[in-house]
């Protein structure tokens, strides 16, 4: 299950930006479901919200280092959770499919711009990262209760 999750959040993310490069002018908006979003062409060569921009070299080291270790954790630590699984599997095709941008790219491609609020504009991996994260935050929050009422 979670190779199929990591593998199909990369080819999602990369297809959806491939599609956006190849039928978007930069900076070119177009509707997509009125009063939630529209697709608008981006490039971000910083992390979340312009933090780090122009730090490639960084950006670059801090990704293959969080891969290196989700992946630890996804092949490792995972192996009794379904949820655990799917956190790491979320979390792992995140940071691959930025880095990958970030590699070929220099930057990382974003597309999806929220129109009912004031939002940055970001992508699949993006997305896949903010569930992961907030799986994992779930993960921490059980595994301490857990442990707070073995003692």
Do not use: C
Not at 56 to 80: G, K, P, V
Not at 110 to 136: E, K, Q, R, S, W
Request: proline share 1%; charged share 15%; no cysteine.
């Amino acid at each position: 299950m979670g190779i199929l999750i990591i593998l199909g959040v990369l080819i999602l993310d990369q297809a959806v930006k491939f599609y956006i490069q190849t039928n978007f002018a930069l900076h070119e908006a177009r509707p997509a479901i009125r009063g939630l979003f529209q697709w608008f062409y981006l490039h971000n060569d910083g992390a979340g919200w312009g933090h780090f921009a122009n730090q490639r070299f960084f950006l670059i080291t801090i990704s293959t280092l969080a891969a290196a270790y989700l992946f630890y954790l996804w092949r490792y630590e995972a192996q009794d959770s379904r949820v655990a699984k799917l956190t790491y599997s979320l979390l792992l095709g995140g940071t691959l499919g930025n880095l990958l941008d970030r590699i070929r790219l220099g930057y990382v491609v974003d597309m999806i711009d929220l129109t009912f609020m004031d939002f940055p504009v970001f992508n699949v991996a993006d997305m896949a990262l903010t569930v992961g994260g907030f799986l994992l935050i779930v993960l921490l929050i059980t595994d301490s209760r857990k442990k707070g009422g073995a003692e």
